[in-house]
């Protein structure tokens, strides 16, 4: 790999439109080449919905909107315009359109919830709704593109069935991923010599991020307190926070709703030189009338085209880099017209907000007196390319279109999970955020690093430092500290198997603890 220019998705409730319609609310996109043993030639790509999935919340849990349509898109060439595209439709459907019955005093009535009796497989009598879904191979334009069936590799179906949630060991006694594993398919992809894997499931949430403080005006020292081997720089500061799972939001807590699908790489790459874009997006129908007497299969008509209102590349960009009043406009939009939102990443106002909130407390802290504290190199060439280009000689596409999207090289080698780093480029693992996404990495702290300038200091490249030209030491004064919200990541701490998220936290009993 030449490095003649050398290197260098998540969205909780982030937009006011989106946040009223969770099912539909993408937080997550994930896309790294497969560490799993024996699959190196595929890629992985993991978008997740429905943020902040209490465990044990029945008696409906967390199903997929029916009206929506979920899409995993990809660009080979570089337009910023989506080649291959992985449609996702749900339905949900009551046994006999009753669900599950009881006679009740000689009357043979519906029960109020989804089962009764522990739960085994896909179909299983117990269950009184089920969740199916197909997936839709389309090339070219998602909407005009050719469209093609992904049909599972063993007898050929097109419907495939998502797991009940996880609602506890009675329900589902013989573990939940046990169960959840049947739910994991083979699948054959129009064009592709090799199958793939497809599920679509419950997972244990795992974006390490301490979001409370940090939305309460960054209510902690949002430095490295202490000597931690993975997040710390040998400088402690005085106050700062230290890494503990104590300041986890999510981690162990929650749960989310996963599309994952596992393709053989040489699918995806096309004619590019290959890098892939990766985004993903739910869109609604575009009319809605509510029905006076709603009935379980129609609670209300749907018509006119699919408008998006959700999106989500590269994590944290609707969170903190687009103003408030183009959230909506943000998850409406496509790659190729990012152009007008740029200047929320050349002249970005979150290092704005840190420096008005910490300068004045660092100062009289360290006894500095620093005139500001966020990177003055307008317009901020070293976010164009982690945000909008990718990195030249890394994970540039073979033409280069400013656009968001999470890019993916994948030529570069993968790296074994025992091997990862947390911190991905920047801590010599090219095969981590922002070169794609993996689980561990730990997206908040490095997107927060990168932000405070840390690109414009030489990074370590295959051992040795580089200087990536973006910009100089002297426009970032805090470029060098190590900011951390003290949510740490590990990748040691799910499993290394697709879909690589945990089995989702289980709804009873209470205290518990991720596995």
């Known amino acids: 790999m030449s490095m003649a220019s050398p290197v260098g998705a998540s969205s909780h409730r982030e937009a006011p439109n989106v946040a009223k319609m969770p099912k539909v609310d993408n937080t997550?996109?994930?896309?790294?080449?497969?560490?799993?043993?024996?699959?190196?030639g595929f890629t992985t790509i993991i978008a997740n919905f429905q943020p902040g999935e209490n465990p044990g919340d029945g008696p409906n849990y967390y199903t997929m909107d029916p009206d929506a349509l979920y899409e995993i898109h990809i660009d080979n060439t570089g337009d910023a315009k989506e080649d291959i595209n992985f449609q996702f439709k749900f339905n949900n459907v009551l046994k006999n359109d009753k669900g599950k019955t009881l006679n009740v005093g000689g009357k043979d009535l519906p029960i109020a919830l989804r089962h009764i009796g522990p739960i085994a497989a896909a179909g299983d009598a117990n269950l009184g709704e089920d969740e199916n879904y197909t997936v839709t191979l389309v090339t070219g334009d998602a909407r005009s593109g050719t469209r093609a069936a992904i049909v599972n590799a063993t007898g050929g179906s097109s419907t495939f069935v998502k797991p009940m949630d996880n609602a506890g060991n009675k329900s589902i006694p013989g573990g939940y991923e046990t169960y959840a594993r049947k739910f994991m398919y083979s699948v054959n992809i129009p064009g592709c010599s090799t199958a793939g894997r497809v599920f679509v499931g419950q997972r244990a949430e795992y974006f390490a991020v301490n979001l409370g403080p940090v939305f309460d005006l960054v209510n902690l020292v949002p430095i490295e307190g202490?000597?931690?081997?993975?997040?710390?720089?040998?400088?402690?500061?005085?106050?700062?926070?230290?890494q503990s799972q104590d300041n986890q939001e999510l981690i162990g807590k929650k749960n989310v709703t996963s599309i994952a699908i596992e393709v053989p790489t040489a699918c995806l790459t096309g004619a590019g030189n290959g890098v892939i874009g990766v985004w993903s997006t739910a869109s609604l129908p575009q009319a809605r009338l509510l029905r006076t007497a709603p009935t379980f299969a129609s609670p209300a008509l749907q018509g006119g085209a699919y408008v998006q209102v959700s999106r989500l590349g590269m994590p944290l960009v609707n969170e903190v880099v687009i103003g408030l009043p183009q959230k909506d406009l943000f998850n409406a939009s496509v790659p190729s017209g990012d152009a007008a939102l740029a200047d929320y990443v050349t002249n970005p106002t979150f290092p704005a907000i840190l420096d008005a909130l910490f300068r004045a407390p660092v100062n009289a802290t360290l006894g500095t007196t620093f005139t500001n504290l966020a990177p003055t190199?307008?317009?901020?060439?070293?976010?164009?390319?982690?945000?909008?280009?990718?990195?030249?000689?890394?994970?540039?596409?073979?033409?280069?279109?400013?656009s968001e999207m999470l890019r993916l090289n994948t030529a570069v080698p993968v790296t074994p999970q025992a091997a990862q780093k947390t911190l991905g480029v920047v801590a010599d693992d090219l095969a981590g955020f922002p070169n794609g996404r993996r689980p561990g990495d730990d997206v908040v702290d490095i997107v927060?690093?990168?932000?405070?300038?840390r690109l414009c200091y030489p990074i370590p490249v295959g051992g040795k430092q580089t200087d990536?030209?973006?910009?100089?030491?002297?426009?970032?004064?805090t470029g060098q500290v190590a900011f951390t919200d003290g949510a740490p990541s590990n990748a040691a701490n799910i499993q290394a198997v697709f879909p690589y998220l945990n089995p989702p936290?289980?709804?009873?009993?209470?205290p518990q603890t991720q596995p």
Not at 227 to 234: A, K, L, Q, S, T
Not at 468 to 477: E, I, R, T
């Open 28 to 40: 997550d996109v994930y896309a790294f080449r497969s560490y799993e043993t024996g699959r190196d």
């Open 377 to 402: 190199n307008f317009p901020r060439q070293d976010l164009v390319a982690t945000f909008l280009t990718g990195f030249a000689g890394v994970n540039q596409l073979k033409t280069v279109t400013p």
């Open 505 to 510: 936290l289980r709804g009873a009993p209470r």
């Open 226 to 242: 202490d000597n931690d081997p993975v997040y710390g720089n040998g400088t402690p500061f005085p106050g700062g926070i230290t």
């Open 448 to 453: 927060l690093r990168v932000a405070m300038g």
């Open 468 to 477: 990536l030209g973006l910009c100089k030491p002297a426009d970032a004064p």
